[in-house]
């Protein structure tokens, strides 16, 4: 059985590579009911993978009461240049260590932070030599909420407002350690409990590990060529998710 297979009719949104790439095949009304938000004439996204340098739109959930589509790559609203990309390449992650220092997000962790759906994401781990791409989700394959910062920028040229966000990460922690991927590095995993207080901008974040996600999660092997793919070629990216190996837990 194939991952989209086993999880068809939920909410399906993958990280791959500690949040460069991301997937998402769910439903509008799916995401709608999860968050108990609207969905107002929002494109139904059947995505398999997608590099967050080609810069995709993406459904984000803020306080508001709708689900909202952004850009991925955050363009802060001082942004003076009229290539937005310039800045957005340095700004799909943002550690959460330096916040509170980097001009792009200082301001935004009191008022515009926000939550990017996921049900997995992927990793690199070198064995024997050899990198290997995995998959890691929940056991019971249950959505999760990534969290996220976001702004709104108003392009130079056409006076066009843009919105766009940045998923937060951490140091590697709990299950990620245990499984001694290659990269030191993963997005902060919120419990379904904090989500409302991290969009309405309760606590710092730094608050947010001490409760970091700890839900028991699975790991399988899955084909390295999914990792390197294109926005484009969705039909491609779906076979590539198959299983290469008999999945095992991370606890």
């Known amino acids: 059985m194939s991952i989209y297979e086993a999880v068809e009719g939920q909410p399906f949104l993958l990280n791959l590579y500690v949040c460069y790439s991301n997937s ?3 439903l509008n009304i799916d995401l709608s009911k999860r968050y108990n938000k609207k969905i107002n004439e929002l494109p139904e996204q059947k995505i398999f993978f997608s590099n967050g340098y080609q810069f995709p739109e993406w459904r984000v959930v803020t306080k ?3 689900i909202q589509l952004m850009r991925w790559g955050l363009v802060p609203n001082w942004f ?3 290539n937005a990309n310039n800045i957005a390449s340095k700004t799909i992650n943002a550690r959460i260590e330096s916040l ?4 792009a997000f200082k301001s935004l962790v009191a008022s515009k932070r926000c939550i990017v759906p996921s049900t997995g994401f992927f990793e690199w781990k070198t064995i ?3 990198k290997q791409s995995f998959f890691i989700y929940p056991e019971n394959k249950a959505l999760f909420s990534m969290a996220a910062l976001f702004d709104t920028w108003k392009e130079i040229d056409s006076g066009k407002l843009l919105t766009t966000f940045t998923i937060i990460t951490c140091e590697s922690r709990g299950f990620m350690n245990d499984f001694n991927f290659d990269h030191n590095r993963m997005p902060v995993l919120l419990k379904s409990e904090m989500e409302k207080d991290w969009l309405v901008g309760e606590g710092k974040p730094q608050d947010y590990l001490e409760e970091n996600f700890t839900q028991k999660m699975n790991v399988h092997m899955v084909d ?3 990792l ?3 926005n484009s070629n969705q039909e491609s990216a ?3 998710f198959e299983p290469k190996n008999s999945q095992q837990s991370l606890f």
């Open 100 to 103: 509170s220092q980097k001009p």
């Open 224 to 226: 390295k060529r999914v």
């Open 80 to 82: 003076k240049e009229i």
């Open 228 to 230: 390197s793919g294109s």
């Open 64 to 66: 508001d009461d709708t």
């Open 128 to 130: 024997n030599g050899d």
């Open 24 to 26: 998402s095949t769910s």
């Open 238 to 240: 779906q076979k590539l």
